[in-house]
């Protein structure tokens, strides 16, 4: 994989005036743009539109989480609309991954374009110990999102979301067919902003990391074009 299409843009702008900047503004540099709720909130399918019109991919990060139907529904409306990656949260459960993936496979088909990748979304980073024991789930965080990791491999999901800190348990159950994907990416020139357990994208790549999700050290860099070469360069140079 070209370093550059390891990185996927976080589009965490609030409409659609504001995206197109940033797709006009960094295209090809990068290989692919996340669209997450606010913004699909804000400007729904046509930013989905502009991205992929422009031969470019989209990350749909909407986290489905509902009953299977209907997330089989999300997931075929997802397809239509040439999303080319989309997350569920592994925690609707098995027959909901299961529906996921059938769903994303059977519409592909239907429609005769690539299969999108179906990413699966562990436990949410800003969930505690404290916060699972309140929601009654017994074991300890790490064993947890293992544990979810390790159900959505055995329904062959198409990849995981996790943070650069469980990177190195991760990998070993994940098939190397699945991608990693890995927010919390910080390169040592860049502000920390409210990331806390952070990584460098040399230190992700080298736990494991497929992809990284990357936001503020390009869109709040004084040249974005210029941070995404260097951060091109830097992933070049720390091969797995
Ligand atoms: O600007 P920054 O590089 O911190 O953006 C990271 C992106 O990854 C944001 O879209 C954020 O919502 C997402 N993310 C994260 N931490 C997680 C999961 C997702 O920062 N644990």
Redesign the pocket.
Known sequence: MAARDRIVF?L?VGDLAEARMWVDRIGTRVGWF?V?LELFSAAGPEVVHLITSSGLKCFL?LKFHDIPNTVAGAVRSAVRLRAHMMTVHISGGREMIRAALTAGRQESEALKIPRPKIIGVSV???LSQDDLSGLGVGRPLREHVGGLVELACEEGIDGI?C?PADLPFVREKVPRTAVIIT???RPAWSEK???KRIATPSSAIQAGADLM?????I?RAQDPAYAIEKIVEEIESSRP
């Open positions: 976080a965490d996340k997450g990060d949410l980073t800003s979301v943070s927010p919390g990416i902003g409210d990331q999700v990357i936001g503020r050290p869109s």
